[in-house]
């Protein structure tokens, strides 16, 4: 256990947004179908796919190849705008996810929502959150690069590190949900956390890997964060774990499943 005068090692967490927060996917995949078939194009659940956890400039393009004859700046203005709209009459909350973010505020710990969706979106669903859980946003607008590139997720800890120089890379956790977020997230040097929704994720050591937020706790994250601390090198060892019985209340710890080294060595979102 952590003294009382000992620094704390988790200093932040950087939250992915659609499909971490919000399961905003069938709102984006909606908008791309009515925008493709409305210039005489078909748009398939397949392709959509594609397009998950990607930048909204690089969504933008694969629609202009599907037939969609507008500049890819008015292609990203229509998608926001549509998804804007339906999240103004709901707000899909992934599981856990509003619960997780309260226990950070009351623990003083830091948040940044990095998103590849743009501002108008993001503020509209910080808008409907009771706290202001995030310090600042990051988002698809103001990155060159989006994700898989870590430049978001850099941007979010130098932005964090102008209030706190001690803060480092360790002492950061991610939250994401897609290949290409999971990629950037882990590209940057953060401990990164995936909970996979739309797709599966391949096995990857350098993550844990969660099935949910549900139940997760600050408590879970400082000990991946104490992990990360005491053995840098230290892999997180197995894939999503299996889905829960639902049936009976579980007996499992709530923490991560993380492979120690043994001596001998070892995206829109």
Known sequence: MRSLASPPLLKAAL?????????????????????????GGR????????????????????????????ERREIIDTLT??????????????????????????????????????APLAREIVASLPEPYFEFLVTGDTVSQGKPHPEAY?????????????LDLHHCVALEDSVPGVA?????????VAIPHILPLPHDPRR??????????????????ALRHEFPDATFGRAADPAPDTTA?????STMHA???STAGHARG
Request: some cysteine; aromatic content about 6%.
């Open 208 to 225: 844990a890997t969660w099935d949910t937020l549900e139940g997760r706790t600050v408590a879970d994250l400082e000990e991946l964060v």
């Open 249 to 253: 209340p579980s007996t499992a710890p």
């Open 81 to 118: 705008e549509h998804v804007v709209s339906q999240v103004r009459k709901s707000v899909p909350w992934r599981p856990g996810a509003r619960e997780l973010l309260d226990e950070l505020y009351n623990a003083g710990i830091r948040c940044a929502l990095v998103t590849m969706s743009e």
């Open 184 to 192: 950037a997230a882990v590209a940057s040097g953060v401990v990164t």
């Open 43 to 70: 748009w398939s659940h397949e392709q959509a796919l594609q397009l998950v956890g990607q930048s909204l400039v690089f969504s933008a393009g694969l629609l202009q190849e599907a037939g969609v004859t507008l």
């Open 15 to 39: 939250w992915d947004m659609d499909g971490t927060i919000v399961d905003t996917e069938p709102y984006w995949i909606e908008a791309e179908r009515a925008l493709v078939e409305a210039h």
């Open 259 to 261: 492979a120690v080294p």
């Open 154 to 166: 850099l941007t979010a800890v130098g932005l964090l590190q102008q209030q706190d120089p001690e």
